[in-house]
């Protein structure tokens, strides 16, 4: 079984701002990338962000960024009808949204990267 | 104990609310919002509990708030693509509603477009009113400085600029319209990267 991921607001104190400002910047990137592979709706989009990276997002502030997405041409939606139950809006990435998400997934990978470097003295005094 | 029928009556009400604060938004824009948000309800619930169900409207804020955050997204786009000070205050203003950051970016706006109406008014009015309109230096113990618009006499003092205030009000004005408008849709944009800490 895969180790879920450490939640970032039990991670440290939530008056931490450092720690809310880089969550805030990474939701959008989440956002796309939780869409990669598949469309979800709001809740499954949610839910993916907080079972597989930490990321508690507000669920009342989920909508309006979607909603953002959308008009910046990043996102797409569609209502879809259920067998059972009621109709969800899904939303899945355009072809703007595939090259925002990969941009930013290739910025992020190099700028963490760089910062581990950076970390190495810390993370080594740390374990002494 | 509350009754199902009293916890559909109770998601209709936050639905009624929502739908009345996203006012000013197309009719078709505002269902779309309102059936996800009761789409996304039902799930969150996950059934009709009533405490879930109430769970579920606590966890998404109150009405008013979410309302406000889709009325700002929405003015903040229309502000950035057509660029004039209205609709750029209309938004800071929206802003203001949902985070501090945004009440400080709307007061800005308000000085910054004020005062820029403010020189540009005393730039075309000086021709018509040479006496009462202008820039005076008041005979106050401060010795602080007064823009007259030509409203009422002119103060006690002694007017700096003379003709000068047509092209200075013209320039200070197109000066501090265009630095506003800059600060206006920059502090947009980062609002609009920002969520609440909520």
Avoid at chain 1, 28 to 35: P, S, T, V, Y
Avoid at chain 1, 39 to 46: C, K, P, V
Avoid at chain 1, 64 to 77: A, K, M, N, Q, T
């Amino acid at each position: 079984m895969t180790p879920k991921p450490a939640r970032a607001e039990t991670a440290a104190p939530p008056a931490d701002n450092w720690e809310v400002q880089v969550r805030k910047g990474s939701i959008e990137l989440a956002i796309l990338a939780a869409l990669w592979k598949e469309r979800l709706y709001g809740l499954e989009i949610l839910r993916r962000l907080a079972d597989g990276a930490g990321l508690v997002v507000p669920e009342g502030t989920v909508y309006p960024l979607l909603s953002r997405l959308r008009s910046e041409g990043l996102v797409e939606s569609e209502w879809v009808e259920a067998e059972a139950g009621h109709p969800r809006k899904y939303y899945a990435l355009t072809r703007g949204g595939r090259q925002r998400a990969a941009a930013m997934a290739r910025f992020w990978t190099a700028f963490s990267a760089n910062l581990d470097a950076l970390l190495a003295p810390l993370r080594e005094e740390e374990r002494r | 104990m509350s009754t199902g029928n009293e916890e559909r009556a109770g998601v209709e009400a936050y639905l009624a609310a929502l739908r009345s604060g996203l006012r000013g938004l197309r009719e078709e824009q505002v269902r779309d919002i309102v059936e996800e948000i009761r789409s996304h309800v039902r799930d969150a619930a996950g059934g009709s509990d009533p405490a879930r169900v109430a769970a579920a409207l606590e966890r998404l804020g109150s009405a008013r708030e979410l309302a406000a955050r889709y009325l700002a997204e929405d003015l903040a786009l229309r502000a950035e693509a057509s660029r004039t000070p209205w609709l750029i205050v209309r938004s800071t203003v929206a802003w203001a509603k949902v985070s501090v950051g945004g009440a400080v970016a709307a007061f800005g706006c308000v000085v910054g477009f004020g005062l820029a109406a403010c020189f540009a008014f005393c730039g075309l009015a000086k021709p018509l009113n040479p006496a009462r309109v202008g820039l005076w230096r008041l005979a106050d113990a401060d010795r602080s400085l007064s823009l007259h618009l030509g409203l009422g006499a002119p103060p006690a003092g002694t007017e700096l600029l003379g003709w000068w205030m047509v092209p200075v009000g013209l320039a200070a004005g197109a000066a501090l319209f265009l630095l506003t408008s800059w600060f206006g849709l920059a502090r947009l944009r980062a609002l609009r990267r920002r969520l609440p800490s909520r």
